[in-house]
Every structure is written in structure tokens, then in C-alpha cells.
């Protein structure tokens, strides 16, 4: 299976601020791989696919980078609606594996 | 307007059994592959199981922690998805999501439904 290592595992940032998300498979995945973002008792959401692809609708200050075993999301400047949970996951071989999560808190 | 909307979920006895059902809307139904994604109360995202499209046979795959228990189903006649879980057992309790597979754009999801709740207890 491939382990999808994600950082921080929390997140207390400004709004305002620039955060970064890593995450890092154990082995090579190409770029297959999504960003979600999860509100507290909603559905995940879709940010970014294909590592780097900007979901339809999403505001541009997300963006996400990398290829093969490290990636990152990126925010530009944190909003109050961004404050959630994001995770990665591999869609590159099965099982299917995600990330831990990253809990983005309001400092 | 794309819409998944999950029900069956409750409250089991381990042991027992359960039939999760998915209602798609909006879109073709058949031309995409359906997984299901579940989450434990304050855990993370995991993966459960896929169905293939018809093209591919209505082939399907799962979690190691599922497989030979669970069983994912679809109908295209019907536009719904399915997920038949045996033998339960506590640490399948969790948030159950079906998500739609998005074949254009490295098979990731780009919708899910609301959730439907599923708690194994005695």
C-alpha cells in the first residue's frame, strides 16, 4: 500500500496569512492526486486534481504543486471560510490511501 | 445539477448486517465509476471500495479491511449505488460517503454525497 505522509498535522494560522500543506507518498504516485477541503460535519470538497489542476469554482488563491512523492498545497492568503480540514489522497493504485489530515485552526 | 444522496445507515449489532444505498442525479450515471469513502468519528478519510463502469465490466475492488464482508453494487437502471456490509463489526462505524470518480481528471472525486451515518454497537 502507499503510505501518504501529511504535515502538519494542525495548522493555527491569520487570516491573511500564506500556509502550506505537505504531503508525501511513499512511493512515486505521478500526479495522481487530490486536494479536498472538509468542513466540520459536511462532505469533503474538491480543490485540486491532478496535483496542480484548480477545481472549476475554486478561488484561485489555492493552489497546489509537485509531482512523484512530495506535494503541497498552497493558500495564498488565508480567509475565514478556508479554516477546515484538508487532506490529500493517492488515486494512483489501490487501496486508495489518504493523508492524515491537516486541522486548520484560526490563530 | 449533480447530486448523490446516501441513506440506510443506523445503528447495528456487531454481527448484523447493512445495505447502504446511493440515489445519483444530474449526470450519466453509467458512464462513471462509484466508490465508496468512510470516516470514523474524529479520524481520517478511508477509502472502502469502487465499481466500474459497465465498459469495464462493473469490476470492482476494496480496502483490505472490508474485503470478503462488503459488497459495492450499482444499478444503472436505477442510477444508485450500493454497498452491502456483513459481519460488522464496532470499528466499522463511521460516516459513509459515495463519491463519483472523475475518469477525466486522474480518477478523483468530484462529487460526493452528504454522508450517511453507520454505528456498530450492542
Same mark, same amino acid.
Given at each position: 500500500?502507499? *503510505?501518504?505522509?501529511?504535515?502538519? =498535522?494542525?495548522? =493555527? /494560522?491569520?487570516?491573511?496569512? !500564506?500556509?502550506? @500543506?505537505?504531503?508525501? /507518498?511513499?512511493?512515486?504516485?505521478?500526479?495522481?492526486?487530490?486536494?479536498?477541503?472538509?468542513?466540520?460535519?459536511?462532505?469533503?470538497?474538491?480543490?485540486?486534481? /491532478?496535483?496542480?489542476?484548480?477545481?472549476?469554482?475554486?478561488?484561485? !488563491?489555492?493552489?497546489?504543486?509537485?509531482?512523484?512523492?512530495?506535494?503541497?498545497?498552497?493558500?495564498?492568503?488565508?480567509?475565514?471560510?478556508?479554516? /477546515?480540514?484538508?487532506?490529500?489522497? *493517492?488515486?494512483? =493504485?489501490?487501496?486508495?490511501?489518504?493523508? *492524515?489530515?491537516? !486541522?486548520?485552526? @484560526?490563530? | #445539477?449533480?447530486?448523490?444522496?446516501?441513506?440506510?445507515?443506523?445503528?447495528?449489532?456487531?454481527?448484523?448486517?447493512?445495505?447502504?444505498?446511493?440515489?445519483?442525479?444530474?449526470?450519466?450515471?453509467?458512464?462513471?465509476?462509484?466508490?465508496?469513502?468512510?470516516? %470514523?468519528?474524529? $479520524?481520517?478519510? #478511508?477509502?472502502?471500495?469502487?465499481?466500474?463502469?459497465?465498459?469495464?465490466?462493473?469490476?470492482? #475492488?476494496? %480496502?483490505?479491511?472490508?474485503?470478503?464482508?462488503?459488497?459495492?453494487?450499482?444499478?444503472?437502471?436505477? $442510477?444508485?449505488?450500493?454497498?452491502?456490509?456483513?459481519?460488522? $463489526?464496532? #470499528?466499522?462505524? %463511521?460516516?459513509?460517503?459515495? %463519491?463519483?470518480?472523475?475518469?477525466?481528471? $486522474?480518477?478523483?472525486?468530484?462529487?460526493?454525497?452528504?454522508?450517511?451515518?453507520?454505528?456498530?454497537?450492542?
Amino acid at each position: 500500500d502507499i *503510505q501518504m505522509t501529511q504535515s502538519p =498535522s494542525s495548522l =493555527s /494560522a491569520s487570516v491573511g496569512d !500564506r500556509v502550506t @500543506i505537505i504531503c508525501r /507518498a511513499s512511493q512515486g504516485i505521478g500526479n495522481d492526486l487530490g486536494w479536498y477541503q472538509q468542513k466540520p460535519g459536511k462532505a469533503p470538497k474538491r480543490l485540486i486534481y /491532478a496535483a496542480s489542476s484548480l477545481q472549476s469554482g475554486v478561488p484561485s !488563491r489555492f493552489s497546489g504543486s509537485g509531482s512523484g512523492t512530495e506535494f503541497t498545497l498552497t493558500i495564498s492568503s488565508l480567509q475565514p471560510e478556508d479554516f /477546515a480540514t484538508y487532506y490529500c489522497l *493517492q488515486h494512483n =493504485s489501490y487501496p486508495i490511501t489518504s493523508g *492524515q489530515g491537516t !486541522r486548520l485552526e @484560526i490563530k | #445539477e449533480v447530486q448523490l444522496v446516501e441513506s440506510g445507515g443506523g445503528l447495528v449489532q456487531p454481527g448484523g448486517s447493512l445495505r447502504l444505498s446511493c440515489a445519483a442525479s444530474g449526470f450519466t450515471f453509467s458512464d462513471h465509476y462509484m466508490d465508496w469513502v468512510r470516516q %470514523a468519528p474524529g $479520524k481520517g478519510l #478511508e477509502w472502502v471500495g469502487r465499481t466500474r463502469n459497465k465498459a469495464k465490466s462493473y469490476t470492482t #475492488e476494496y %480496502a483490505a479491511s472490508v474485503k470478503g464482508r462488503f459488497t459495492v453494487s450499482r444499478d444503472d437502471s436505477k $442510477k444508485s449505488l450500493y454497498l452491502q456490509m456483513n459481519s460488522l $463489526k464496532t #470499528e466499522d462505524t %463511521a460516516v459513509y460517503y459515495c %463519491a463519483r470518480v472523475d475518469g477525466d481528471n $486522474k480518477f478523483t472525486y468530484d462529487y460526493w454525497g452528504q454522508g450517511t451515518p453507520v454505528t456498530v454497537s450492542s
